[in-house]
């Protein structure tokens, strides 16, 4: 099992040996802005490194919602950082499941997923594994409840496409930790990345803050048990810098073979 966290995008190479870390999550661009990924001069570095790569798309992208604005340009940006995701020899891409507005039929949210799989057949196909993450909040969400997720799974199944976990939003969501790998499996047949994160906020607050795994108000052994269950790679999404992350690298390191 392979275990690393999500590290600044100048030096992940670096970053990733300061903490221990077998795997690396960054970003390509600014998280909160629309702007397609460029070559990176690090990138043959980043494929003859023995670390395994993911990419976290912005958080912008929304291809759920009824906004054209918003809509059109999600599906653009997340096959242009797929593309940069593939560049880097990325296992996966994760971005998060979207909503739609308030007042607003989820069921469409649901669909336009489907077209966004279906646009980049159509370009092609997506040259880095989409993995759709859980999120903590929101009553018109497309992943935060699980009885969506499989409603989306419904949408989307046919075609392939991957899950990550994110511990700290299924608590927040409301979802029980303890059988959480079980059911999401039973939906998407697949875990492909667990996100390892302690929540700052109590069950179902719907608040998406991340804490590390000694801290914070989930058992930091249930999350354990989450990664044991699911023996996908794990990314700890957490605070802390070098110190922080890489205690609960070593937390996590030091149990899951237990």
């Given at each position: 099992?392979?275990?690393?966290?999500?590290?600044?995008s100048?030096?992940?190479?670096?970053e990733?040996a300061a903490?221990?870390?077998?795997?690396?999550?960054f970003?390509?661009?600014d998280?909160?802005a629309?702007?397609d990924?460029?070559?990176?001069?690090?990138?043959?570095?980043?494929?003859?490194?023995d670390?395994d790569?993911?990419?976290?798309?912005p958080?912008?992208?929304?291809?759920?919602t009824?906004?054209?604005?918003?809509?059109?340009?999600?599906?653009?940006l997340?096959?242009t950082h797929?593309?940069?995701a593939?560049?880097?020899?990325?296992k996966?891409?994760?971005?998060h499941?979207?909503?739609?507005?308030?007042?607003?039929?989820?069921?469409?949210?649901?669909?336009n997923?489907?077209?966004?799989?279906?646009?980049?057949?159509k370009?092609g196909?997506?040259?880095t594994?989409?993995?759709?993450?859980?999120?903590?909040?929101?009553?018109?969400?497309?992943a935060?409840?699980?009885?969506?997720?499989?409603r989306?799974?419904e949408?989307?199944?046919?075609?392939?496409v991957g899950?990550?976990l994110?511990?700290c939003?299924?608590f927040?969501?409301?979802?029980?930790?303890?059988?959480a790998?079980?059911?999401?499996k039973?939906?998407?047949?697949?875990?492909?990345?667990?996100?390892?994160n302690?929540s700052?906020?109590p069950?179902?607050?719907?608040?998406?803050?991340?804490?590390?795994?000694?801290?914070?108000?989930?058992?930091?052994?249930?999350?354990v048990?989450?990664?044991?269950a699911?023996?996908?790679?794990?990314?700890?999404e957490t605070?802390?810098?070098?110190?922080?992350q890489g205690?609960?690298?070593e937390?996590?390191?030091?149990?899951?073979?237990?």
């Amino acid at each position: 099992m392979r275990i690393g966290a999500h590290v600044d995008s100048t030096d992940p190479l670096g970053e990733a040996a300061a903490r221990g870390a077998e795997t690396v999550q960054f970003f390509l661009t600014d998280p909160q802005a629309w702007k397609d990924p460029e070559p990176r001069a690090d990138a043959d570095a980043v494929l003859a490194a023995d670390v395994d790569v993911y990419i976290h798309a912005p958080y912008r992208i929304n291809v759920a919602t009824l906004n054209n604005r918003i809509r059109i340009p999600s599906r653009k940006l997340l096959l242009t950082h797929a593309q940069g995701a593939a560049a880097l020899g990325a296992k996966g891409l994760i971005v998060h499941g979207g909503h739609v507005g308030s007042g607003e039929d989820v069921a469409v949210g649901f669909d336009n997923w489907r077209k966004t799989f279906e646009y980049g057949a159509k370009a092609g196909g997506f040259p880095t594994p989409i993995l759709i993450e859980n999120t903590a909040g929101g009553d018109n969400a497309c992943a935060r409840r699980f009885d969506a997720l499989a409603r989306l799974w419904e949408a989307i199944g046919d075609y392939e496409v991957g899950f990550c976990l994110d511990t700290c939003h299924a608590f927040a969501a409301g979802e029980d930790l303890l059988d959480a790998v079980d059911r999401i499996k039973a939906i998407t047949g697949r875990i492909d990345l667990i996100h390892a994160n302690g929540s700052k906020d109590p069950f179902d607050s719907g608040r998406d803050r991340h804490d590390n795994l000694g801290a914070g108000t989930i058992d930091p052994e249930l999350i354990v048990a989450v990664v044991r269950a699911a023996g996908a790679p794990v990314v700890v999404e957490t605070p802390g810098g070098v110190e922080g992350q890489g205690a609960d690298i070593e937390f996590l390191r030091d149990r899951v073979g237990r």
